[in-house]
């Protein structure tokens, strides 16, 4: 540890303490996009095998591995904490100097923005784990760009949090890029496209295309009068105003945005003698650019285009996520800027004073709640029977009582085990974006194949098709949730992509992981890098 | 004195954290928000499909 390192450390677990305390209590946390079950099943579709488009792969794979050995809610917890401890430490870390005031304000700056809040409490949990990886990729970079041996195993490690889900694995590798230079760019890319295999592998081999209406509803949005670009360019902006939190309509901020932006860029210029950080600040600017390309005349319609015709373009849709390139530059150029003042903290008391409501969960924003009994009853009823469930009210978002009605995720496809047919379609205003599950499609128009269940969720708003109850038998009727067993259901053969390529990137994953790991810790390694690297 | 002035810092953030934070609270927490719903009976006219979000 360095010597200054502990109160760093002590510095980034107050942060995370102060931002997520609430989240520590007994329970599960569920809002918008954030699912977690006390055991999430292991089933094709977490491995990237199901009918749908592989939006939550391999993350999904991973927590269900996790739930097998330790509770959902221990594994939540500690995913949400690591968010902003691993954030802040490495953004404090990676500043190139002796000074824990300086490292501190980096910390702070990386992990108490508008970005980490607006992510957090739209529940994109594996987004900003990817985020909080990537001072770390970073520091990797740089040890690969310096030729140190060994220094592409770390490379390896530090993305494993961001390869979790693909907009991590993305931002992950243009950092990598940024910091180890042009020499080492076959190495980078290497390392990424393995790393990444287990999403890109299953999309590739899925027909499907993400819905072109979606890039007007989730564009970058204005927070206050400064519009979408200062939004974006202080690091928030996102589409979703209900999570928002209130201070951003802060009539000061988009002044403040500026002069922050501009003493971050005067700190980068101190900077660049001692760490190569225009590329990253390249970085940065590119990925305000994406965050803001869909609010600029013309950029809906070339988006639009993008997605219809190139596969696996629809990852443009809400591009503000992004801007998580310009998070990296703007903390090292703050830190940099303030090492000469001698009031530096108060710095870091500013950026935590301009966004009080990322404080105690949001107030209220994220908070632990338990499922009804109901949900453990019918999973073991369901457990090891044939047939899947089709969920109803077709709608993907839910508002339970004993949510306190906060619009959450359907949590039934992560708590039920076999396989749950859900309507992904989604509303943004009342305007529906279609989904990309070709079986909820053929749900909504009344295809039961391979339907063996009906699974209606008590409390939350939407219509359940009557009829098909009537003829269906009931075999659990709770407060909260009922459960019909089809007559007659006819199995389907899986209509997902073919097994073995996706398999292939699950092992290679799986060999460059293990390889690094006994490269890095086993003498192998040792004696195969004894000199460095040239 | 380092470790004090970050100490010092943290508490005076989560003071000021906290006393900001309870004015935004007191403005617009999710349950104040949800019980005017309720009052105002949104509840009763809640769409079929529910919304992501809102712009």
Excluded at chain 1, 280 to 291: N, T
Aim: charged residues 15%.
């Amino acid at each position: 540890m360095r010597p200054n390192g502990l109160k760093l450390y002590a510095t980034c677990t107050a942060l995370a303490l102060l931002a997520l305390a609430p989240v520590l209590w007994p329970g599960y946390v569920l809002v918008y996009d954030m699912v977690f079950t006390p055991e999430q099943p292991l089933n094709a579709a977490a491995f990237g095998l199901g009918d749908a488009l592989p939006r939550a792969v391999p993350v999904d794979a991973v927590v269900a591995l996790a739930t097998q050995v330790v509770p959902g809610q221990v594994v939540q917890k500690a995913a949400l904490l690591a968010i902003v401890v691993a954030g802040s430490l490495g953004a404090g870390l990676l500043v190139p100097t002796e000074r824990t005031g300086v490292r501190v304000v980096a910390a702070v700056a990386y992990s108490w923005n508008a970005y980490v809040a607006e992510r957090l409490f739209i529940g994109h949990w594996t987004l900003l784990l990817g985020y909080a990886a990537l001072p770390w990729v970073a520091m990797a970079g740089l040890r690969l760009r310096d030729g140190e041996p060994r220094a592409w195993t770390r490379l390896v490690l530090a993305s494993l949090p961001a390869v979790l889900s693909a907009p991590g694995g993305i931002l992950a590798l243009g950092t990598a890029l940024a910091t180890a230079g042009r020499r080492k760019v076959w190495q980078v890319l290497g390392v990424s496209v393995v790393l990444n295999s287990p999403w890109w592998a299953p999309s590739l081999l899925h027909d499907g295309f993400s819905d072109p209406a979606g890039v007007e509803a989730f564009s970058a949005r204005g927070e206050n009068w400064g519009g979408p670009v200062l939004s974006v360019l202080g690091l928030g902006g996102i589409w979703n105003a209900e999570v928002v939190p209130a201070s951003r309509a802060n009539p000061v901020l988009p002044v403040l945005t500026v002069l922050l932006l501009g003493l971050a860029f005067l700190g980068l210029r101190r900077l660049a003698p001692r760490l190569p950080v225009w590329p990253l600040a390249g970085l940065g600017v590119l990925g305000a650019v994406l965050a803001l390309v869909a609010v600029l005349p013309g950029g809906v319609a070339v988006l639009e285009a993008l997605i219809e015709h190139v596969p696996g373009a629809g990852l443009l849709r809400d591009g503000q996520k992004w801007v998580a390139w310009l998070a990296l530059p703007f903390a090292l150029g703050l830190a940099a800027a303030v090492e000469r003042f001698r009031a530096r903290l108060l710095v870091a008391v500013l950026l935590l004073g301009l966004l009080p409501d990322l404080a105690w969960g949001g107030f209220g924003r994220l908070e632990p709640v338990r499922y009804p009994a109901d949900w453990a009853a019918v999973r073991e009823k369901l457990d090891g029977q044939p047939g899947d469930v089709a969920v109803y009210p077709l709608s993907a978002f839910r508002r339970f009582d004993w949510n306190d009605r906060r619009t959450q995720l359907d949590p039934a496809p992560r708590y039920l085990p076999g396989t749950t047919v859900v309507d992904d379609s989604l509303s943004v205003g009342g305007r529906v974006v279609a989904g990309e599950d070709p079986r909820a499609a053929r749900l909504r128009a009344g295809d039961l194949s391979g339907i063996g269940w009906v699974l209606v969720e008590r409390g939350t708003p939407g219509r359940v098709d009557e009829e098909l109850l009537a003829r269906s038998e009931l075999v659990h009727d709770g407060p909260d949730l009922a459960l019909y067993r089809v007559p007659g259901a006819v199995e389907v053969a899986p209509n997902g992509p073919a097994a073995a390529p996706v398999l292939l990137a699950w092992v290679a994953t799986g060999l460059l992981i293990g390889t690094s790991l006994l490269w890095r810790w086993l003498p192998v390694g040792r004696f195969a890098s004894a000199r460095r690297e040239e | 004195m380092e470790l004090v002035s970050v100490l010092v810092a943290i508490v005076a953030g989560a003071a000021l954290a906290g006393g900001v934070g309870v004015l935004v609270v007191e403005q617009n927490h999710p349950d104040k928000v949800i019980e005017q719903r309720i009052e105002e009976g949104v509840k009763a006219v809640e769409p079929e499909v529910l919304d992501y979000g809102k712009r």
